[in-house]
């Protein structure tokens, strides 16, 4: 079949990739020079099945309020006159209670894991390198009290599967020599030993390469103005370089996703959520973090991605803007320098800021909507490199009338 990609972010790139293995032909349409440059550039890198917690979680709703009243650099949420933040918040508290929470935890567990297995196969299958680390990851405490419910919370995880393990600080130090610094800073860890971590951004380039190989085209410098219908059908979608047509679409477009549906009659329930990112020389000489990590009380995360060192915080309610300015870096870099303070050349760092496509749930949409032949592969939130090859497999057996290899309860619009 004849299938048009909308978005070269990973999403977009490894659904291609599992379309050209099907045997179809596949043409991507993206607006950047290449793929992978918008959020799919910023992450933090952890490949992170051990962290799949839902964010909407009975303590949500009081975290919100509480950041309305103060400047909080780890959560800013601001009302705007923004009927569609509006109605996400809404949908958002909905989620809120402790029984959602746990549905939507256990519903992006399996797809992470299921995302994680699938990963490896395509490396295996393509050789693609994208400064990938194994090892695990450490979820980092510093408040006693926190550490202790972190413990608590994660048997939901640890039950449904994943590889968790408590550990005090002296073990955090052996598994990371770089946190000895941080010795008298840490009450503990939840160490996750199948965790990974990589630059998603490498990994995109590495795999549309690939597609291109498969005989895949990628057009990019292109962008989507509309798509037109014929009846019940995508007939063709229009950009400011013409007219693409094909037998089927898939829709990757991350946060501009609901703003295309929405000109088809389709809410995608995805508001973006903006995040920081920073990344700086790694230091030589074993200094650098030699796995991944997670600042849980100051919400920072921090990959090693080759010869670089990747930082990331925030959650801000700021719709579509990317601006950014040195002091919304300070509190993540005066997180990261005080647990690693010779991780990395601090005073060489590299802004980025970029949209996280968040559902209520978490979790992606996938599958049609109103019309017969447009599928969703949207909306992977703060996980969308955890989840990609996994939500890529299932949005080609979905074209492909197969049913996926995990339950898809509360992934789909239809
Ligand atoms: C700060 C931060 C940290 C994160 N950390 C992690 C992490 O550690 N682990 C993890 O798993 N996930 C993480 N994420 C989430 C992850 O990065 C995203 O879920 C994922 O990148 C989304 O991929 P995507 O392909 O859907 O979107 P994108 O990468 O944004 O790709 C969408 C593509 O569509 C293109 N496009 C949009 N509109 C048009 C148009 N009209 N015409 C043509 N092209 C268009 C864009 O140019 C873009 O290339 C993080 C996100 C943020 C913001």
Redesign the pocket.
Known sequence: MKILV?????????TAYQLLKDGHEVAV????ES??????????????PG?AYAWSSPAAPGILLKSLFRADQALRFRLRPDPHLWAWSFKFLRQCTAERARVNTLRKHRL?LYSQDQLHRVVAETGVAYDAQDGGLLYLYRDPARFAQAAVKAEILSEDGQEMEVIDVARAIRIDPALAPARDKLAGAIFCPTDE?GD?RLF?QGLAAACEGLGGRFHYG????RLALAGDRVEKVV?DKGVFQAEAYVL??????P??ARQLGVKLPIYP?????VTVPAAAGGLAPRI?GVDEDNLV?Y?RMGARLRI????EFAGYDLSHKPDDFRHMLAAVKDLIPAGGDFDRPSYR?????MTPEGT?IFGLGRQTNLYF????????????CGAARIAADLVAGRTPAIDLAGMTLR
Not at 35 to 43: C, D, I, K, R, Y
Not at 312 to 315: E, N, P
């Open positions: 909308m978005g070269a972010g990973v999403i977009g790139v490894t349409v993206e607006r950047r793929a992978g440059e918008e959020t799919s550039a910023g992450n933090a890198g952890l490949i992170a962290h992470c971590s998603s995109t292109t962008t989507i103005r950009t990757a477009l991350g946060c501009d996703s703003i295309l959520i903006k995040g920081y990112s991944g995360a990959v990331t915080a925030t959650a800021a970029c949209l996280r496509p992606p592969n949207s909306g992977h939130g703060h996980m969308g490199w955890t989840m990609a």
